[in-house]
């Protein structure tokens, strides 16, 4: 029985890769983002064009350099864009910088809080709007029937199905769907986000040791 749960589950796996690979073949837009870590290549989605045009805006104007993942959560997510943080002191307290404007929301049933996506950012406000330049890479967990309880719970809304079978099988973080703007995955480098997410962190989720942002580099689909 073990055997075949195993080849289900790299049957499954495959599928989502080759989706993967099609989705991101079929965008206009992917970003390299380079860290002291490694690389993580991520592609944007056409389906979200204020937060993709926002973030390769942010891009081409080198605001993200040197700028620091400044929350680190192991099992959920690692987070960057705080303008204060290319300067900030060892002991600083970071997550509050911003650009002075906020982003509306887009949300899109299809996308959904799985392990790679990237998603922006935001306060407590009632329009569920984006910051302006926050983001961060979902790690997750690996996900049952309790992680979809108490999403309900938070959320008041079902997972759907087919979210479900991913979340069992890669890990994500569902209690996040529809309430964050997902607008991009990584397709090459998670590797580099599970070591960035296993980094020693202060009682604030602020890496002990500098993870910074030293570029990121956007290709356009020809």
Same mark, same amino acid.
């Given at each position: ?65 040197? %700028?620091?993942?400044?929350?680190? !959560?192991? &099992?959920? =997510? @690692?987070? *960057?864009?705080?303008?204060?943080? $290319?300067? /900030? ?86 209690? %996040?769907?529809?309430?964050?703007? !997902?607008? &991009?995955? =990584? @397709?090459? *480098?998670?590797?580099?986000?599970? $070591?960035? /997410? ?25």
């Amino acid at each position: 029985m073990s055997a075949v749960n195993n080849q289900m589950t790299k049957f499954l796996l495959l599928i989502m890769m080759l989706w993967v690979a099609i989705n991101s073949h079929a965008q206009t837009y992917q970003a390299i983002i380079k860290t002291n870590y490694g690389n993580i290549k991520v592609v944007l989605f056409d389906e979200t064009p204020l937060h993709r045009d926002n973030f390769i805006k942010l891009v081409n104007e080198h605001f993200y350099d040197s %700028l620091l993942f400044h929350r680190v !959560i192991k &099992g959920f =997510v @690692i987070q *960057g864009g705080d303008p204060t943080s $290319k300067t /900030a002191k060892d002991t600083a307290m970071l997550g509050e910088g911003d650009l002075g404007y906020t982003i509306p929301a887009e949300f899109n049933p299809k996308l959904f809080h799985k392990k790679g996506v990237l998603a922006q950012a935001r306060d407590d406000n009632p329009q569920k709007a984006s910051s302006a330049c926050q983001f961060y890479i979902v790690q997750g967990k690996v996900a049952n029937d309790s992680t979809f309880i108490k999403a309900k719970k938070r959320t008041g809304n079902d997972t759907p199905e087919d979210h479900k079978k991913v979340y069992r099988k890669i890990g994500g973080i569902p209690h %996040l769907d529809m309430n964050y703007t !997902i607008y &991009g995955e =990584v @397709i090459k *480098g998670m590797k580099v986000v599970d $070591k960035i /997410a296993a980094v020693k962190t202060d009682k604030n989720d602020r890496p002990m040791e500098a993870v910074r942002i030293k570029t990121i580099q956007l290709i356009k689909k020809k």
